[in-house]
């Protein structure tokens, strides 16, 4: 029998944030052992111009442990990751830990932007922490909160701006987090996508949302768990699309609806 054969292998370094405050401009720099972010004072102000549609549009710094706050309705939890080397899948990915972002929005009539499953209320009851895909409780968080026109809540247009207009604000962080280099890292992890001649072969089946009005799913965007020339799961109408294991590992799954 042939021996397992590796089709592709994954590298991802990450570096861990312990600090995050409003500074100037952007940064993502060394701090001792870890590293601190800063975000651009008045950059809520450029993202509202990003559309048409915004009314408003906030962000708030929450420290670990900062949760008894009111949220909106959830569209999406994001890790902050760029490719350093390769598309996703392989290569070398660098991610940011000990930081989040969670986007939020309602429009100025008050219907959640899609409210699937009522996630608005107390931060601290509508958000399980410490699980996979969600922040731990030691954690910052970036609180992205848009208002948007009445009506736009339930079209498609309307999560699709706030998701752009969360992605121009991650991008000079990964502009920065790009840079480092083979060392710079607080962790590194490996994943080979292995094939065992001879053996069984497994897929998982992921159901993921596309239902046309608002409820959409984004894979395989430019960076990691991002939106950017990501491809719908609508206007794919539903058809099965394959990843490999490192794809799905490596953030080729955008959900926008939270």
Sequence with gaps: MSEERVMRQLTIRSFHCDKVEWGDSFSFKKDGSNYSMTLKKGIEEDLKKSSELFENLTIKILKPGEHHVKINSVMDIIPISVKALGK??????????????????????????????????????????????????????????????????????GPDACHSACEMMCDPIRAFLKKFRDGDENERHVFKDLIHPGKKKVAVVKLVSGQG???????????????????????SVGSPIILSPNEYRDGALRCLYG
């Design 213 to 235: 009005a608002m409820y959409d799913t984004h894979y395989m965007a430019k960076e990691p768990s991002g939106f950017t020339d990501g491809r719908s799961i609508i206007d």
């Design 88 to 157: 996703i899948g392989e290569g070398i990915t660098h991610t940011i830990t000990g930081v989040y972002v969670m986007l939020t929005g309602v429009d100025t009539a008050g219907r959640q932007i899609c409210a699937f499953g009522n996630s608005d209320g107390w931060m601290d009851e509508k958000v399980t922490f410490n699980q996979p895909g969600t922040p731990s409780m030691d954690d910052y968080i970036i609180l992205v909160d848009v208002l948007i026109k009445e009506g736009y809540a339930t079209k498609r247009v």
